[in-house]
């Protein structure tokens, strides 16, 4: 059991551990015995120190996690013995400079900074000729090109850089920004270098000269437009950042509660998950996939929030690489595996299927056939066809089923002496037996009684069928000259609209005579004239007794008269005994 003692290094608070510290304590005192006579003693020390705490504090996880003696070890490895520098500065500048770069030229790494120290305005080009083993004039250069080439973007863009890279104060910062090792030898020649730099401007420096500089102006111009500029763009980074903040938190904020909302679905049954389910073409479970949506759309919304803070926080301590790099792992697997989910809910569309029931009707020519269609109030209060109309149901049994609205009716002359009923159920899947074994299950009912044909206006399946487009297509083919009596509740099932248009006045059915694949009204008002006009968001149609005109956002056609007009090639027109077919190369 060893004990531990509380250091305080470069302003940094360590745990160490007592033989640790002892270690850590010869090691310095060597090295302030080493620099006894050297000039800059004190910031030597100071920015050795500095650079001792940085390594310890990036091998410590945790503020309560105890340095042992494995660290110091590890650090004075990095920054060298105090003894390899007791030599003439000939064997300074060469012997040990080798050494350590044999055993850590594998481990340099280059950091963006700004090079003050050598900059006109911000240091930003000298700091990226650094950066990329470029003399800074070529970078000076180049950023005056495409100033120039670019009406000044890349001003803004030289201004951002300006903000957003930090400047190398510390000599640690300025040998990191050059690739250099970070060790006792160069700290000590970056430093040496620095004193000699400003011995030799002070021995050339003209006095009388230099004076009357500084009382006429105590910045140069670009120092202080500089410095203007800088505070500006700051203060907009920080409104930049506190905008990132305010997004990403709410954002992050409003997906948790989602997905605790989800979560607890099943025990409080919040409305909607039963549509979820329904549509689950994946089977995965509903919590699962919103978790997968978490991680995909809030990991992104995290790095703004922190990027937002690092803006606001110059200071801020880096979560770390395992932690970028877990949360960068989770979310690539979360949005991989919606990927996944979302092929396969589209395949599940991919095959269409028909089952097809038929039954002749006791209906024959000089006939009247009334027909009529059925609602349940108990499943829905709203009645009518609507083909994206359906929600999950309970019966009589407390059987869970869907309840769907999109059936159609559609009336069609026959040369037969009697009438039929065909009745098509469709369904789709990621397969054709899926798509007609789902067919199969739809339930859909109706009843023929004398001349009265009574049929449901929708139809249910299990759930655990789920959605997957399932309507049933009701036609009747009539003999000519029969008589059809229309229950006005039927109107807004019909595919063929002029039926429709035929069937209804003021809330009130007609008798209809299907005569030569024609509808002809017997109890109309002698002026009542044929006038269909459907539009929605993106296409109209039209029917009236001037003719026929389709329109959609990029194409219409227009038949009257006068011929066929159409402001495409593309779209084919066919007018036969069999009515009037309209066709695109695209279909």
């Known amino acids: 059991m060893n ?6 290094l470069a302003g940094i608070f360590f745990h160490i551990d007592e033989d640790a510290y002892l270690k850590l304590q010869r090691y310095l005192e060597a090295i302030k015995r080493s620099f006894t006579d050297s000039q800059g003693r004190s910031e030597i020390i100071a920015d050795i120190e500095a650079r001792i705490a940085e390594l310890f504090n990036e091998r ?18 990095i920054m060298g013995q105090p003894e390899d520098y007791l030599v003439d500065d000939e064997i300074f500048e060469d012997e040990p400079e080798k050494t350590y770069q044999k055993k850590q030229h594998s481990t340099l790494s280059k ?8 900059s006109y305005i911000g240091g930003v080009s000298s700091g990226l000729g650094h950066y990329l083993g470029v003399d800074a004039i070529w970078m000076r250069l180049l950023w005056i090109l495409l100033a120039l080439g670019s009406g000044g973007t890349f001003i803004l863009i030289y201004i951002l850089f300006w903000i957003l890279v930090p400047e190398a104060r510390t000599t640690a910062e300025k040998l990191t920004m050059t690739g250099e090792p970070v060790n006792i030898s160069n700290i000590e020649k970056k430093i040496k270098d620095g004193f000699d730099n400003v011995s030799e401007a002070v021995k ?3 006095l009388p000269k230099q004076g009357n500089r500084i009382k006429s102006s105590s910045k140069t111009f670009f120092e202080a437009l500089g410095d203007m500029i800088l505070f500006v763009f700051k203060i907009f980074a920080k409104f930049i950042g506190v905008m990132l903040i305010i997004i990403g938190a709410s954002t992050l904020i409003g997906l948790i509660i989602a997905f605790f909302s989800v979560g607890v679905a099943d025990v409080i049954e919040i409305p909607g998950i039963d549509f979820l389910e329904a549509t689950n073409a994946a089977n995965v479970p509903i919590w699962l996939m919103s978790l997968m949506l978490l991680f995909a759309i809030g990991i992104p919304f995290f790095f703004l929030f922190y990027l937002g803070l690092k803006i606001l926080v110059n200071n801020l301590k880096s979560i770390g690489a395992i932690a970028k790099f877990s949360l960068f792992g989770l979310w690539l697997m979360s949005l991989i595996g919606l990927v996944v989910i979302g092929v396969k809910q589209a395949s599940e569309y991919t095959e269409d299927a028909m089952v097809q029931q038929t039954e002749n009707l006791n209906i024959t020519a000089k006939d009247t056939l009334f027909i009529n269609m059925n609602h349940n109030n108990t499943y829905s209060k709203q009645f009518g066809r609507n083909s994206s109309q359906w929600r999950p149901i309970y019966d009589e049994n407390d059987n869970k089923l869907l309840y769907l609205t999109d059936v159609e009716l559609i009336f069609k002359s026959t040369k037969d002496t009697v009438a ?5 159920k469709n369904s789709r899947g990621n397969t054709y037996r899926n798509a007609k074994n789902r067919a199969e299950k739809i339930n859909y009912n109706y009843t023929i009684q004398n001349n009265r044909l009574e049929l449901d206006g929708f139809l249910t399946t299990a759930f655990q069928n789920k959605f ?37 006045d003021q809330g009130k059915g007609h008798y209809l005579q299907m005569l030569n694949d024609e509808i002809k009204c017997l109890d109309c008002p002698e002026d009542f004239r044929l006038n269909i006009d459907i539009n929605d968001d993106t296409s109209e149609f039209k029917l009236d007794e001037n003719g026929i005109r389709m329109k959609n956002d990029t194409n219409s056609v227009e038949i009257n008269q006068e011929g066929i007009k159409s402001t495409t090639d593309r779209v084919k027109v066919n007018i036969d005994s069999n009515g009037i077919q309209i066709t695109t190369d695209d279909n």
Do not use: C, M, W
């Open 60 to 77: 410590v996880r945790n503020d309560k996690q105890v340095i042992r003696i494995q660290e110091v070890d590890d650090v004075i490895s």
């Open 204 to 206: 050339n420096i003209d």
């Open 420 to 424: 039929s009923l065909r009745i098509d």
């Open 111 to 118: 950091k963006l900074f700004r090079d003050t120290d050598n």
């Open 468 to 504: 997957r487009d399932q309507e049933v297509e009701v036609t009747v083919y009539i003999p000519e000259d029969t008589v059809i009596y229309a229950d006005q509740n039927t109107h807004s099932f019909y595919r063929n609209h002029y039926f429709s248009s035929n069937s209804g």
């Open 3 to 8: 004990k531990t003692v509380n250091i305080n």
